[in-house]
């Protein structure tokens, strides 16, 4: 009975969480983000300013949440899951790659929300770091019993590394009458993703070798 109680409370956070993600979302494109507020999203949510605060830090979290929700989880399903006859490193690589840059993905929609405003592009960049700790357990199921600080290292590291391909992407361009001083995305997403994410995969593959040779 308690743990369907808690079963219960757990589904009806995810529910208020939810909620709270795509009231800020739909406010932010209807009003412009600069023109929503905390309470607004709240009363759109039908809870508490109090209750929101317990999801979410600010309105720039929330939304930026709308566009990245279970990007974390689904990264490291894709790891976790994935045969183990697979090479490890191009696991993480695919998995991130596709995971930000699935042109299917609803949530690209509100892309053009979030590279022409500074305070959604910084939540949007911090959002990459909570892809660490799911991450990590992850690669230490792949790995197995081994050094417990390797798989969060490593996951540290993709971390890091999905953040610097992000920044170049959004890295504001010249200022010019074309672009009237707005962010205009550099480059192709895919291709940076893989390019900071190449120095990793010595590391990833000698991961590997090590789990292998300890088997």
Not at 27 to 35: F, I, T
Not at 60 to 71: F, P, Y
Not at 92 to 114: C, K, N, W
Not at 134 to 153: N, S
Request: glycine share 4%; aromatic share 4%; charged share 25%.
């Amino acid at each position: 009975m308690a743990a369907r109680r808690a079963g219960l409370r757990e589904q009806k956070k995810q529910a208020t969480r939810e909620a709270l993600r795509q009231a800020a979302l739909r406010l932010a494109l209807e009003r412009g983000p600069e023109n929503v507020r905390v309470d607004d999203i709240a009363e759109a949510a039908g809870v508490s300013p109090r209750t929101y605060n317990n999801y979410f830090s600010s309105r720039e979290q929330a939304i930026v949440s709308a566009v990245t929700a279970e990007r974390e989880a689904r990264i490291a399903a894709a790891v976790a899951d994935h045969p183990a006859g697979v090479r490890l490193a191009d696991v993480v690589v695919e998995a991130v790659v596709a995971q930000y840059t699935d042109a299917g993905d609803p949530d690209h929609d509100a892309m053009p929300l979030i590279t022409t405003s500074p305070t959604l592009r910084e939540a949007f960049l911090h959002a990459a770091t909570a892809i660490e700790h799911p991450l990590t357990d992850a690669i230490a199921r792949r790995l197995g019993d081994t050094d417990p600080h390797t798989p969060r290292v490593l996951a540290a590291s993709v971390t890091a590394a999905v953040r610097v391909a992000l920044e170049r992407w959004l890295r504001p361009a010249a200022t010019s009458p074309a672009t009237g001083g707005l962010v205009v995305p550099s480059g192709a997403l895919p291709d940076l993703l893989r390019a900071a994410l190449a120095p990793l995969v010595p590391a990833l593959d000698a991961a590997e070798e090590r789990y292998r040779r300890h088997r």
